[in-house]
């Protein structure tokens, strides 16, 4: 079983809401993130979850400072945050945050999403927000892509991309963010670049599975 650490105070409503075990994860809550160092010296959990919205230290900070809490022990941190700002959810990801979630929170989908992050039992680890009776599956550590049980020919970028919408199926992905994670660059609102690789996407995994949101981006519908 697989533990999962929650800085949380002791008025969470989801400390309610959570059960102490789930299917293959047993949780853990932490009152402060003052004492989330002793905790994780001591449990060394599989995933720590952060507030971003608490003001007692900044949660990227503590992102930063986790991996060295614990020698030989890698953080996976997931930021939860209420805040519209796409730059705090980069600088997340850049903090080293495996995933971030914006609030308000659902329950079961956030439940969901650990499930699969953890590798329980209904979810492979190598995939990323497939469920087994889904036909597309996506092997992250072979760079490879199954549909219907076919692999699928894809290039570096375009894995890539569809990786990315994958991380988050029907959250919608705004094309600074695509280029910032995929090509590390800056957008350029002429850059024809990311219409061209969800185009082949397209073409390759099924029409209606990459969905436009026009002037925004782009979502995965799993």
């Known amino acids: 079983m697989r533990t999962i650490l929650w800085i949380a105070p002791p008025n969470e409503p989801l400390r309610r809401i959570i059960p102490s075990s789930y299917q293959d994860l047993s949780f853990h809550f932490c009152d402060s993130i003052a004492q989330a160092a002793e905790t994780v010296h001591r449990m060394s959990p599989f995933l720590v979850i952060i507030d971003a919205d608490r003001q007692e230290i900044s949660a990227l900070d503590l992102c930063f400072n986790l991996q060295d809490l614990v020698s030989d022990y890698k953080s996976n941190v997931i930021i939860l945050s209420s805040s519209k700002d796409p730059q705090?959810?980069?600088?997340?990801?850049?903090?080293?945050?495996?995933?971030?979630?914006?609030?308000?929170?659902?329950?079961?989908?956030?439940?969901?999403?650990?499930?699969?992050?953890?590798?329980?039992?209904?979810?492979?680890?190598?995939?990323?927000?497939i469920q087994e009776n889904v036909s597309l599956r996506i092997d992250k550590d072979n760079y490879s892509v199954y549909l219907n049980q076919q692999l699928v020919l894809l290039s570096r970028k375009e894995f890539e991309l569809l990786h990315l919408l994958a991380?988050?199926?029907?959250?919608?992905?705004?094309?600074?963010?695509?280029?910032?994670?995929?090509?590390?660059?800056?957008?350029?609102?002429?850059?024809?670049?990311?219409?061209?690789?969800?185009?082949?996407l397209r073409k390759k995994i099924g029409e209606n599975r990459i969905t436009t949101q026009k002037g925004i981006g782009y979502r995965l519908m799993i």
């Open 167 to 200: 991380s988050h199926p029907g959250k919608v992905f705004t094309r600074e963010e695509i280029f910032d994670r995929v090509w590390n660059k800056n957008t350029d609102q002429k850059d024809r670049t990311i219409d061209v690789h969800i185009l082949r």
């Open 88 to 129: 705090l959810e980069i600088d997340a990801f850049r903090a080293g945050a495996v995933d971030f979630v914006g609030k308000p929170i659902h329950t079961d989908a956030l439940l969901s999403r650990l499930v699969v992050r953890s590798g329980g039992k209904k979810t492979k680890p190598s995939d990323v927000g």
